[in-house]
């Protein structure tokens, strides 16, 4: 089975493309990916390949190895983050007793409550 690198993937798609080891590029759809798993730029893949419509298509894909994440490298230490989710569950716990008085927060707190939870997210997530 021909293996390759992951070029590009847009999990919101459902699809992307992996350069093969010699360097034929091979149509990544979503559905030939093993349950569950997650790539991006970079993975390492075992796949077969059909002829499709538009070109060489992935079957049966498995994963190889992930490349180390760099987000993960460069993630806020523990000691922080602890910092950052009290400061964050104090502004939710504020936010909240205005809701239950019928209180939104207005256009632009909203969103900047919505980028915080964002930010941590990625940090959780690494």
Same mark, same amino acid.
């Given at each position: 089975m021909?293996?390759?690198?992951?070029?590009?993937?847009?999990?919101q798609?459902?699809?992307?493309?992996?350069?093969?080891?010699?360097?034929?590029?091979?149509?990544?759809h979503?559905?030939?990916l093993?349950?569950?798993?997650?790539?991006k730029?970079?993975?390492?893949?075992?796949?077969?390949?059909?002829?499709?419509?538009?070109?060489?298509?992935?079957l049966?894909?498995?994963? *190889? %190895?992930?490349?180390?994440?760099?987000h @993960?490298?460069?993630?806020? !230490?523990?000691?922080d983050?602890?910092? +950052? &989710?009290?400061?964050?569950?104090?502004? *939710? %716990?504020?936010e909240?007793?205005?809701? @239950?008085?019928g209180r939104? !927060?207005d256009?632009?707190?909203?969103? +900047? &409550?919505?980028?915080?939870?964002?930010?941590?997210?990625?940090?959780?997530?690494?």
């Amino acid at each position: 089975m021909p293996t390759g690198r992951v070029k590009f993937y847009d999990e919101q798609k459902g699809f992307g493309f992996i350069t093969s080891d010699d360097g034929q590029e091979v149509f990544l759809h979503a559905s030939a990916l093993p349950e569950g798993a997650k790539v991006k730029a970079g993975t390492k893949l075992e796949f077969g390949v059909a002829a499709g419509k538009r070109g060489s298509q992935a079957l049966a894909v498995r994963v *190889l %190895d992930a490349p180390p994440s760099l987000h @993960r490298l460069q993630r806020t !230490p523990a000691e922080d983050m602890a910092v +950052r &989710i009290e400061d964050l569950i104090k502004l *939710l %716990d504020r936010e909240g007793g205005n809701l @239950r008085r019928g209180r939104y !927060p207005d256009s632009a707190h909203g969103q +900047r &409550i919505a980028a915080l939870l964002r930010r941590i997210a990625d940090d959780f997530d690494a």
